[in-house]
């Protein structure tokens, strides 16, 4: 079953939700609009004066009623860093499957490096294990690129492993950088 983008009401992506979340929304009255092409029809029961059955059309993109909310935390796990990452190392540049990926922090946390966007990086285990404890210049392993903080829309594209088409136009459109993955 395919995912509902989630905005707020000044069109901020805010996570992603089930079609039955989206229902949901839909008759608490929380829908404010929808964005995109509609989805193939969700059926229910049948109403048993009229004989009717319920049907309800959800867009690919619902913007839902509430407060606005500054920011937007970015969680750090290794399926979207994977992701952003294309599946590669950053070391050596070949891709692998995510089971074969470890997260690597390019200033090792004993030394002082955080759990951040900006100092990790995806690498397989034999450059991982290579690279130990050191900086990529104290092992001679340079970065073949620069670890980024994806802004809110990368974030919401790459935390989906399905996106639709409406869904990736409408996010694409803030990318910071034309990416690979995002095409």
């Given at each position: 079953?395919?995912?509902?983008?989630?905005?707020?009401?000044?069109?901020?992506?805010?996570?992603?939700?089930?079609?039955?979340?989206?229902?949901?929304?839909?008759?608490?009255?929380?829908?404010?609009?929808?964005?995109?092409?509609?989805?193939?029809?969700?059926?229910?029961?049948?109403?048993?004066v009229t004989g009717q059955r319920s049907r309800?059309?959800?867009?690919?993109?619902?913007?839902?009623?509430?407060?606005?909310?500054?920011?937007?935390?970015?969680?750090?796990?290794?399926?979207?860093?994977?992701?952003?990452?294309?599946?590669?190392?950053?070391?050596?540049?070949?891709?692998?499957?995510?089971?074969?990926?470890t997260r690597d922090h390019v200033l090792p946390?004993s030394r002082g490096g955080r759990d951040r966007?900006?100092?990790?990086?995806?690498?397989?285990?034999?450059?991982?294990?290579?690279?130990?404890?050191?900086?990529?210049?104290?092992?001679?392993?340079?970065?073949?690129?620069?670890?980024?903080?994806?802004?809110?829309?990368?974030?919401?594209?790459?935390?989906?492993?399905?996106?639709?088409?409406?869904?990736?136009?409408?996010?694409?459109?803030?990318?910071?950088?034309?990416?690979?993955?995002?095409?």
């Amino acid at each position: 079953m395919q995912h509902i983008l989630k905005l707020d009401l000044a069109g901020q992506p805010r996570g992603w939700m089930t079609a039955h979340e989206a229902i949901s929304a839909h008759v608490r009255g929380d829908v404010v609009y929808g964005i995109g092409d509609p989805l193939p029809p969700l059926f229910g029961g049948i109403q048993r004066v009229t004989g009717q059955r319920s049907r309800i059309d959800l867009q690919p993109i619902l913007a839902l009623s509430g407060r606005v909310r500054a920011g937007f935390t970015l969680p750090l796990c290794n399926r979207t860093l994977f992701r952003r990452d294309d599946h590669r190392c950053l070391y050596c540049g070949r891709q692998f499957p995510r089971a074969d990926l470890t997260r690597d922090h390019v200033l090792p946390t004993s030394r002082g490096g955080r759990d951040r966007w900006e100092n990790v990086v995806a690498a397989c285990r034999r450059c991982n294990w290579q690279k130990d404890n050191q900086t990529p210049e104290e092992a001679g392993m340079p970065l073949l690129a620069v670890p980024f903080r994806p802004n809110v829309y990368e974030w919401h594209f790459l935390a989906r492993e399905r996106v639709l088409a409406d869904q990736m136009d409408y996010l694409s459109r803030q990318f910071r950088a034309e990416r690979d993955w995002a095409n």
